[in-house]
Nanobody
Framework: QVQLVESGGGLVQAGDSLRLSCAASGRTYDMSWFRQAPGKEREFVASISWMPDSTYYSDYVKGRFTISKDNAKNSAYLQMNSLKPEDTALYYC?????????????WGQGTQVTVSS
């Protein structure tokens, strides 16, 4: 089983930036970020395809967040700019581990992002 470990979360002020990292213990293909705030269900943030490296973003973060990955390192990143208090959540990294299956079959433990006003 591929293990995913997120890092880079922290406490910042509105307008600040953070860069989250997701390190995988094995081969990954598509990678994504989700988040979950207290009392809310988990929601999609962004994803990046293995090929042809297409990216997708939720409307809430479009224009502010940028997802990227390094296939050689099996790592994903989420550059978060112009952070808002509503971005406060536990951020999870997810990945597919098969080139033929589209399910997010590997998940990390999450890294906390807290944005104060």
């Amino acid at each position: 089983q591929v293990q995913l470990v997120e890092s880079g979360g922290g406490l910042v002020q509105a307008g600040d930036s953070l860069r989250l990292s997701c390190a995988a213990s094995g081969r990954t293909y598509d990678m994504s970020w989700f988040r979950q705030a207290p009392g809310k269900e988990r929601e999609f943030v962004a994803s990046i395809s293995w090929m042809p490296d297409s990216t997708y973003y939720s409307d809430y973060v479009k224009g502010r967040f940028t997802i990227s990955k390094d296939n050689a390192k099996n790592s994903a990143y989420l550059q978060m700019n112009s952070l808002k208090p509503e971005d406060t959540a536990l951020y999870y990294c997810a990945a597919t581990t098969s080139p033929t299956h589209s399910a997010w079959d590997s998940w990390g433990q999450g890294t906390q992002v807290t944005v104060s006003s």
